[in-house]
Every structure is written in structure tokens, then in C-alpha cells.
């Protein structure tokens, strides 16, 4: 998703209500009377179109939710566990406990492209959240880490290459640090 | 109330409690304000040595403090202005001031001596799970303060619904009988809004003392271990709640006090009533947006998350806010410092609004939750909503109870460093948020190049918004003086 939308979108918004808030502002300096009726109108006009604006936001984005289809059968599927302060991502199940964390865990997991790849991520201490980050740096998807359930994360990537995970749900001391891998290859044809 | 006495000694005592109150709040936050500055300067990468426990330790103080002392200071002045109309307790509001003078003491003493960095919501189970980083009393002490200040936190809001209870009865209080026509009394719109946030702050805390009852079984009663997903949704509900509802202590102020500046009166009508019921039936809702990234909470929610954060804003933008500016609109209004930071403060409220409604479309969430777009749009309605909202109602009662004459060129000055500076600490919020700079990153690592540019151009803007202690100055000397009088 880019954010360059929604960053224009309420730079814009902010812009228009600080010149209303300055214009109003500047009005006082010759004092009057206001014109209640016409106020009034203007309110309704104002919710009328703030009402189409939201149901425009809603219709527009309602249909395209991230939460995994139940009509879509993954094609590859990655276990992902985390745990104060690592990620551990695996084809098998992976890591069951902190004991059997070192014997078990992989921080790397190779997916290829065009692929709908399914993430199923669970903790075995606290919340956390996997992010998968794209090689420029963007935010790609995410979903939390949290004890007891398992969230599924579906990804299709279109380009190969190194894709960071860094932990998105703030879990103590080193959260900062927590990383994980996804390798995303050319899907061989 | 209208035959009371003139030795009545009521209206001094509550001036003397609430200059109390506001002295906490005027110490408290540079306080906390420095935290912030620290952790900015951390994230640009200076004094790099820094162990990260400290940085999460002044995260977590930082937040709980300031959530607390706009919470307690906005409550108090409300009440304050209430008390034109109704008598909230002057007891119970020296019994909250005391316990939440005691509760700030645990929480300072287990965030800097006990390092608990657990953060502002202490998601549970992460309390449990220090890694040696802090001692078993440091989590002791966050729930023994949480339960202090739960009780003195309900025990005054429920009071100042008794105070209400007093004078009208609640469908009077709500404001039901100009919907429905028949005859009431004429109800001041601060009075509904203080019974709609009273209720939202009781069912806030309601979730807070089964979320202590549920973590007590588990650790001291030998239960299992709780539902981890349960427990979010009642921190959010709890934590959600408890920071809207501060907006509304503002508002309230906003209300009541702008009218005196520009000369127009500010009434309760069919729309007041309309708007603030809506707010009330919708905020309990709006707080599903924090669990949009978990995946296993049912769908259902999800999506009355949206509709309730969309909706949620309605009522405030063509009511409120909109209202404001028609009360301006060629008012005669002198813009002293008092209603010039209220206006302000309605427009930070509009702007950290729209960011915040962009944020609960569950499809951009995935790409902000939890980076610095959420303090961004948090602190753009707290720090330059609800706070100047406060402080503008703080300076009116400080200028009032003195009546000394205001310097208007220092008060310009003072208003444009807060606007410029904080503007500048917002954008650098947003900027990286947009750009993914994850939230509650004690350092940011190579990968995210632009965190420490951001958080040193911040720097400079934070120090501008320190124009904030010529304010602090100014009216701690009148309450000073107040207090003396
Ligand atoms: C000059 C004023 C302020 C500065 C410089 C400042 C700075 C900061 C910074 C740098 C963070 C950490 C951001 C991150 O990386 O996640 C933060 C978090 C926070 N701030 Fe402020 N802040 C200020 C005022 C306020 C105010 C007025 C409030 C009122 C409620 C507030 C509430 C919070 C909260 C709740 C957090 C989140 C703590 C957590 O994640 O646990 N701040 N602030
Ligand atoms: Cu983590």
C-alpha cells in the first residue's frame, strides 16, 4: 500500500482547515453580525458532504480488506514464531518452545514471486507484530503476533529480493532489534 | 444555588483545589515535555550509548504521565466551571488529589528506579515478561498505582455525576427533552457534555477493573493464563476511552468559556443535544480501530471499527467545530491569550482528527499502525488540541481570579512558538510515519534512514515549542498570587 496518498490526502485536509480557522480568525478584525440562516445552511451543506465523503472512503475501501479469504487456497506457507527478541521463520512447523528455540528456529524463509504465500504467525512469550518491509524500505503488510492465536498473513510479491521483518508490537528491551528474512525469489517458470 | 449566602465559602474553596490541580499539571508537564525531548534526541542518534532500557522507561512515563495529567487537569477544570451550576465535592476532590498524587509517586518510582518500560497501555502479557530489565515490585507498583488511581478517578467522576443528579435528572442532563419537546429545564451545553464523558470515564473504568481482576486471578489466585486477545480489547476499550473522553473535558471548556471572548452566547438546541448522544453511543466502539492488525479477532468488528471511527468524527466537525467558527465568524472577539489558545486548540482537535479517521481505514492501518503516524495524529489532538484547550481555560480563571492586564505583544509571540514549533514536531510525526519509521524504537537501525533526520529536525522544533515557559511562568506567578489572595 502507498502512503503517499494518504499523506497528500491529510496535508490537503490540514491546509483547507487552517486557512478556514486563519480566514475565520481574520474576520473578527471588523466585527459584524452573522447571518445565523445562511450559517445554518452552510452547516447542512457542510455534513451532507462530509456524510458522501465518508461513505465514498467506506465504499472505496470496505471491499478490500487485508484478513485472509477463506475462497483463496494458499500456495505456500510460511510458520512464522517470534519471541522476546527474534523471529523465526520456517516450511516446517518451527521452534514449539524456548527450549527448542536453537534447535528448531530458521530466520530466514524463501518464498518466490507471483505466489500467494500464506504467514502463520504466533508467539511463544508476548505480543509482537510481524512487518514485512520491501527492499526500498517500505511497509509492505503486517499482522500482530499474539499469544495463544495464530494470524494469517497473505502476501502475493511481485518482485524478487530481500525483504526485511522488523517487529511492529513494542515486546521489551530489544524490540528494536528483532528481525527476520524473507527471501523472495524469481518463481521458476 | 440561587439564594446561596454570602458567607457561602464554597466558590473559595473550589478555587483553591483547583489552582492545586493546576499546579500539578503546570509542573508536571515541562516535566514529562523534557521526557519527550529526550526521546527525540535518543532517535536522532545522540549519546548513542544510552542502554535502551531507559529510553523505554521514559517512553513508558512519559506516556502515562501525560494521558493522566491532561486526563486529571481537564477534569478539574471542568468542574470547576461546573460549579456555576451544580456542587461537585470539595472532599472527594482532595481525596483524588491525594491518591493521584500518591499514584504519580509509584509510577515515577517504578518507570526510573525500577526501569519498567512496559509502555503507556502495558499490553498484557508484556509486564510479566521483563527479561531481567525490571523487578517483580516495578510491575507491582504499575498495578498498585493503576488501582489508586482507578478508584480516585472513578469515585470523582462519580461524584460529579451526583453533583449533576442534584440539580436535573439524568434524561434532563442528556438534554433528552429538547429532542423530544416537553418541558425541562434549560440545561448549559457544559453539563451534558460533563454527564457524557462522566458516563464514558465510569464505562472506561468498569474494563480497567476487570482487566486488574483478571490479571490478579491469573497471577495471585493461580488461574491460567488469560485470553490474551480479550484482555487487548479491554486495555483499548479502557485506554481509548479514557483519552477521548479528556478531549471532551476540554471542549467542555471550549463551551463555556469562548462565549465571554466573543460575545455571543453559546446555547444547548436540538443539535447539541443530537451531536453529543452520538458521541456517546459511538466512542464505546471506536476503539476496535486498535485491533485492526489482529487478525484473529472477528470480522464483524473490524468493520464497525470503521464505520464507528468515521462516524465518531461527525459530530464533532459539523457541530463543534463548526460551531466555534461561526461564534467567531466577525465576532468582536480581542484575542487575548485565554480564547486565541481554545481556538487553537479546536483546530489542532480538527487536524489530528482528520489524520486520526485516515488511520482507522482499516486498509491504510496496515501501512501505519504502530509507525510514528500514530503519535503523530495523537499528539497533533492532544499536544495542540486538548492541551491548549486546558491551558487556554487555565489562563481565563488565572487572569480572572487576578484581573491583572495581559501582555498582548508576549502573548502573540508566545502563541506563534507554540503553533510553529508544534507544528514542526508534527510534521516530523507524519513525515515518518509515512515513510514507515516504525513507533517505540529506542534507536532506529540502517534500514530506516530516515528516523534520526526526522528526530533532529524535530529537535529544533521542540525547543521552539519551549516558548510554552514564558506561558508557564506567567500563569504559575498568577496562580501563585491567586492562592495567596
Ligand atoms: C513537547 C511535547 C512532547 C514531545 C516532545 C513528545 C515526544 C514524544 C515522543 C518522542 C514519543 C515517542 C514516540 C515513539 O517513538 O513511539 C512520545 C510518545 C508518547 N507521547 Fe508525547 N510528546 C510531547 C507531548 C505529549 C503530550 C501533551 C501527550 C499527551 C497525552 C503525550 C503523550 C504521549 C504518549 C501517550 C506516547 C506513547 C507512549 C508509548 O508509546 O507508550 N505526549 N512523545
Ligand atoms: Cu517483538
Known sequence: ?189 | MNDVAATDTYPAQMTRVTLYWVAVGLVLFPVLAILGLVMRTLQAGFFAATPPEWFYAVMTLHGLGMVGVWFVAGLAAMSFLLARYVRPSLTVSWIALGMTALGVVMLVAATLVGKLGVGWYFLYPLPFFSEGTWPDWATAALFGALAVLGVAWTVWSGDVLRAIAGRYRLSEALGWHYLSGRDGPDVPPIVIIATVSCIGVLAGLVAAVVILLLIGWEVLGGGTANDALLIKNLTFYFGHMLVNITMYFGVALVYEIMPAYTGRPWKTNTLVVLSWNTVLALVMFAYLHHLYMDFAQPRWLQVLGQLSSYLVSVPAAVVTIFSTLVLTYRSQMGWSLAPTLLYLGVMGWAIGGVAAVIDSTITVNQAFHNTLWVPAHFHTYYLMGVVLMILGGVYHLAVALTSEAENVKRSRVMAAHLVVGGYGLMLSFYLAGADAVPRRFAAYPMEVANGPLLAGISLVFIILFGGLGLYLWDTGRLCVRALRA
Open chain 1, 1 to 189: 500500500m502507498t502512503t503517499t496518498v494518504p499523506l497528500l490526502l491529510f496535508l490537503l485536509s490540514a491546509a483547507i482547515i487552517a486557512t478556514v480557522f486563519a480566514v475565520v480568525a481574520r474576520s473578527t478584525a471588523r466585527a459584524g453580525e452573522v447571518d445565523y440562516a445562511r450559517a445554518n445552511h452552510l452547516r447542512k451543506v457542510f455534513f451532507v458532504s462530509l456524510l458522501v465523503i465518508l461513505a465514498i472512503f467506506l465504499g472505496l475501501t470496505l471491499p478490500r480488506l487485508p484478513y485472509p479469504a477463506e475462497a483463496a487456497v494458499p500456495e505456500q506457507i510460511v510458520n512464522v514464531v517470534s519471541r522476546q527478541f527474534a523471529f523465526s521463520l520456517t516450511e516446517g512447523p518451527g521452534p514449539d518452545s524456548i527450549e527448542t528455540w536453537e534447535r528448531d528456529f530458521s530466520p530466514l524463509a524463501e518464498v518466490r514471486t507471483g505466489t500467494l504465500v500464506e504467514f502463520r504467525v504466533r508467539t511463544l512469550d508476548v505480543n509482537h507484530a510481524f512487518a514485512i518491509y520491501t527492499p526500498d524500505g517500505r511497509l509492505l503488510a503486517q499482522t500482530q503476533a499474539m499469544p495463544g492465536y495464530v494470524n494469517r498473513l497473505r502476501v502475493v510479491f511481485d518482485e524478487p529480493g530481500t525483504y526485511n521483518v522488523m517487529c511492529l508490537e513494542y515486546c521489551g528491551l530489544s524490540h528494536h532489534a528483532m528481525r527476520g528474512v524473507v527471501e523472495v525469489v524469481e518463481e521458476a517458470q
